[in-house]
């Protein structure tokens, strides 16, 4: 792993941190991505669909060179009301995604499961697995200490990605983009409101 690059003076908002620290989670998912493509598939979860602005781009990019990409999220009903404000403030991310190709699935519970909220935090790109504790997000970036693993092992991988399409397909629904667009004009408010708690997702 690299040795996150901290300057002398403290940053003193986002916009700082994200120029001085370098978060190699991040780093390994992104040079990962820019292999995948046609024939590749991307399965990640997210506790909401604000992401790294960099994991999200080379998400998206990855997209458009035709690689199949699943994500699964929670959606705003599963613990009101802090999932539904940010639910709302990631709904234009959320729309950005769907009109790109990605399928985003959303947990719902499930009354035949345990399940009450999707907190894992797992990535799987064909060979590849990233598991621990790093949300894909930018607090995690830059304000949390996060600790991940990066696997490269076939049999493993397929079954992670078996486990995750089996929780997708027990515990979710797909959000189409229809949906999203019709929560688009409340996500900038939600964004607003939620910025002071950025750390806490």
Known sequence: MTALNVKKQT???????????VDPVSLAIIERLKAAGQGTHIRFTAMYAILHPALKAAVLEARGRGAEVDMFTNHQLVAPPITTMAWLAGIQDTAEF???????????RNPRNPWTFMHLKVMVVDDTVFYGSHNFNLPSSVANDELHYQVVDTELAAQAAALFDGYVSANSELITAESAASEKPLGPLARWILTPLMGFY
Do not use: I, S, Y
Request: glycine share 4%; charged share 35%.
């Open 11 to 21: 940053p003193k908002n986002w916009d700082e941190r994200m120029e001085r620290l």
């Open 98 to 108: 769907v009109t790109a190709g990605v399928r985003v699935h959303a947990f719902r």
